[in-house]
């Protein structure tokens, strides 16, 4: 079948088997493996990406599901120009990663809870990012990351 994405603001048209997964269809048609695929069964959050603005984890949508929809990878976050997203900034700033195989789930949700709760407390980011685990760290860093990301003081 026919499938036509927009995927960080380009149209990505091409044709898939009825069963593939938007997380294939992101990596291996439209290129772009800043979306990792981690467990695929929605355990992981590693495959999070925006799909019309909401966080879903995409070992789970059809990319027939997401015909027609707007998706926006972690690739598509930083500006033309190479600035990064806040979020993505305060990751890096906030040492909110170690091994990095979890950080592009975990920035793709931190911008949709901050969308949704832009001055979020500790506690709500821990409950935001519920879905989304990270095996390294003990998420003090990317807390922080996601109080920083919302302008709010970070607690040391």
Do not use: W
Request: net charge negative; with cysteine.
């Amino acid at each position: 079948m026919k499938v036509s994405i927009e995927v960080n603001g380009s149209t990505v048209a091409e044709e898939v088997e009825d069963r593939t997964l938007l997380v294939h269809y992101l990596r291996d048609t439209a290129g772009l493996t800043g979306t990792n695929i981690g467990c695929d069964t929605t355990s992981c959050g590693a495959c999070t990406v925006l799909l019309d603005g909401e966080a879903v984890k995409s070992c789970t949508v059809l990319a027939a599901q997401a015909d027609g929809h707007r998706v926006t990878t972690v690739e598509g976050l930083a500006s033309g120009d190479g600035e990064l997203h806040p979020v993505q900034r305060a990751f890096r700033e906030q040492h909110g990663l170690q091994c990095g195989f979890c950080t592009p789930g975990m920035i793709m949700a931190s911008v949709s809870l901050l969308a949704q709760n832009p001055k979020p407390t500790r506690e709500e980011v821990r409950e935001g990012l519920e879905g989304n685990l990270c095996r390294c760290t003990g998420y003090h860093n990317i807390v922080n990351a996601v109080i920083d990301a919302s302008g709010q003081e970070v607690d040391r």
